[in-house]
């Protein structure tokens, strides 16, 4: 069956092109091509295709815009994000906000057909042929949660073993707000214990290395 496409790009230059490698595969079939981000999302009212091809960047928005309100829409329409910027903070807001694939625009257009194939049987399946194996492990990885200016450094000292009293003296506080911190960031990192709270903390690359003394104490 004959996969339906949808171009969004405000270089007709650039749509035109993709169009034509869509036209050398028999199984697409390009079917509406847009310049904005309302009207992609006008076209796509209209045409429903499979699969919606569109740029990062538009005259009236972000091509994540596109993403965000026909993924809140379906779970199944394929949503390819081309860029010329691929890095770490485009590469996670496309797939935070649901799509299908990402792709550069240095790649060949050949990619991109095979982006939205992907897109098409595996829209919540995530694609980026960029994606280096630190890249997955970020995005993979629970975010860490925010602590405070202070707070971090409440953490970095728990992590050299010192005591709440000690702390406090480091950091020239009260020891009832030395423990306020202690207490907010265990919190914050769903732990019981300073042991609990620094192995989080390593795991999720809130600490550099290793605390020097015994987790426990």
């Known amino acids: 069956m004959t996969t339906t496409v949808m171009l969004v790009d405000d270089h007709e230059l650039i749509r035109q092109g993709l169009a034509r490698a869509f036209e050398r595969d028999d199984d697409m079939d390009v079917v509406g091509q847009a310049g904005s981000v309302n009207e992609g999302l006008a076209v796509f009212r209209e045409l429903q295709p499979d699969v919606v091809v569109t740029d990062l960047q538009l005259p009236d928005g972000l091509g994540l815009e596109i993403v965000r309100a026909l993924r809140?829409?379906?779970?199944?329409?394929?949503?390819?994000?081309?860029?010329?910027?691929?890095?770490?903070?485009?590469?996670?807001?496309?797939?935070?906000?649901?799509?299908?694939?990402?792709?550069?625009?240095?790649?060949?257009?050949?990619?991109?057909?095979?982006?939205?194939?992907?897109?098409?049987?595996?829209?919540?399946?995530?694609?980026?042929?960029?994606?280096?194996?630190?890249?997955?492990?970020?995005?993979?990885?629970?975010?860490?949660?925010?602590?405070?200016?202070?707070?971090?450094?409440?953490?970095?000292?728990?992590?050299?073993?010192?005591?709440?009293?000690?702390?406090?003296?480091?950091?020239y506080l009260s020891e009832s707000t030395a423990k306020t911190h202690i207490t907010h960031i265990y919190q914050k990192l769903g732990a019981a214990n300073r042991a609990q709270a620094l192995v989080t903390a390593m795991r999720m690359g809130m600490l550099d290395k290793s605390p020097s003394r015994e987790l426990g104490r």
């Open 72 to 171: 809140a829409d379906s779970e199944t329409v394929g949503l390819v994000v081309l860029t010329m910027h691929a890095g770490d903070d485009q590469i996670f807001a496309a797939m935070e906000a649901g799509a299908s694939a990402f792709v550069g625009k240095d790649s060949k257009a050949s990619e991109v057909v095979s982006a939205a194939k992907h897109a098409a049987v595996a829209p919540r399946t995530f694609l980026c042929a960029g994606l280096s194996a630190a890249m997955m492990r970020r995005a993979t990885t629970p975010a860490a949660p925010r602590l405070s200016g202070r707070e971090e450094e409440v953490l970095v000292l728990l992590a050299e073993g010192l005591g709440t009293s000690d702390i406090a003296g480091r950091l």
